[in-house]
């Protein structure tokens, strides 16, 4: 029996709370915070954690404000939504399919983000607010004509794994295209975009990720006990009064939008969307979704990731991309092996 308990409220509501999912979001909320305290001390003009604190609380220096407020603290804000958005994306996705590879890296959507992108940046020479807006434009694109390929008297999980594998190899493949035409200054500036990166990011990037996320978390935490009775099989959940298509409707947009959002402000940061729903899982334990849990978890592992490619290579710094990339492609090969052992693949 899982270790669960009832909190009552004092108008009479009840919630029942499981205690090992709750203390391991805290950690993972503890664990992001620390990671952003450390990476905004971090730099050529490093800052001790205690002053961190202080700058932040508004008791530091006018260099360290200048060096916390304006050049460090957007960058961490915006790597804590993206981790946030793309763990919480990948959740969705790989509940909705019901695979561990349901994710917006294996699908194709963060695929079209970047070909939106591609568009602006090559054929537009646009600017990076117009790339923003052609990366939520190819991903919105590509969600679309995924859901619309897959759909067969409803959305169902392998169909919507291949389509969206064919769909990615496809949007792959006009993503090289579109390289191939590109001048010089062009092609280097999208391999740079293309990396997935958190440098030079600022208070321009993070109000908008900010506004998205505060209208679709809640909105989505707000359906998740009707996502977590779709895993239970379309026929019981209609039987239990849930109007399917339109739930997965609902999430699947939002989780299209999320990861579009993400892309468009760091570039395509592999893996995390796969990587954090599996990991808080496995730490939490708990059946269903888990979205809270992988939304902590995608904001730990992208500012931890952050801190790593900048201090874990000595004087070379490295785009937090290229850390995810690998990390996740050794994950990737372990859950393979370990989805093959279990006989679900």
Not at 43 to 55: A, E, H, K, N, Q
Not at 127 to 137: E, M, P, R, Y
């Amino acid at each position: 029996m899982r270790n669960t308990r009832t909190l009552r409220t004092p108008g009479g509501l009840s919630v029942r709370a499981d205690v090992r999912a709750l203390v391991v979001v805290v950690a993972l909320l503890l664990a992001a915070a620390a990671a952003s305290v450390v990476l905004i001390g971090t730099g050529d003009f490093p800052i001790s954690f205690g002053d961190v604190l202080r700058t932040l609380a508004g008791d530091g220096t006018a260099g360290q404000e200048f060096v916390v407020d304006e050049l460090r603290l957007p960058r961490v804000l915006v790597g804590l939504l993206v981790g946030a958005s793309l763990g919480l994306g990948g959740a969705l996705f790989q509940s909705i399919s019901r695979n561990p590879l349901g994710s917006p890296d294996v699908l194709g959507l963060s695929q079209g983000a970047t070909s939106g992108a591609l568009v602006v940046i090559v054929l537009l020479s646009g600017s990076a607010t117009q790339v923003t807006v052609g990366a939520l434009i190819g991903g919105l694109l590509t969600g679309l004509g995924i859901y619309l390929l897959a759909w067969k008297q409803g959305v169902h999980g392998y169909r919507l794994v291949l389509v969206g594998i064919g769909v990615s190899a496809i949007v792959t493949a006009v993503n090289g295209y579109l390289l191939t035409k590109a001048d010089l200054v062009d092609a280097t500036r999208a391999v740079v975009w293309m990396t997935g990166s958190l440098d030079g990011r600022d208070w321009s990037q993070v109000w908008p990720l900010l506004a998205l996320c505060a209208v679709l978390v809640p909105l989505v935490l707000a359906n998740a006990r009707s996502l977590r009775m779709t895993e239970m099989g379309d026929d019981v959940s209609y039987a239990l009064g849930v109007r399917v298509e339109r739930v997965r409707m609902l999430l699947m947009v939002s989780a299209v939008l999320l990861t579009a959002a993400a892309t468009a402000a760091a570039g395509p940061v592999s893996f995390v969307a796969l990587t954090a729903p599996q990991l808080a899982r496995r730490l939490t334990r708990s059946p269903g979704p888990n979205l809270v849990a992988s939304l902590c978890m995608g904001a730990a592992l992208l500012v931890t990731a952050d801190w790593a490619s900048q201090r874990a290579f000595g004087a070379d710094q490295l785009p937090v991309g290229v850390v995810t990339g690998v990390l996740g492609g050794v994950y990737l090969l372990w859950l393979l092996v370990t989805e093959r052992r279990a006989g679900r693949i």
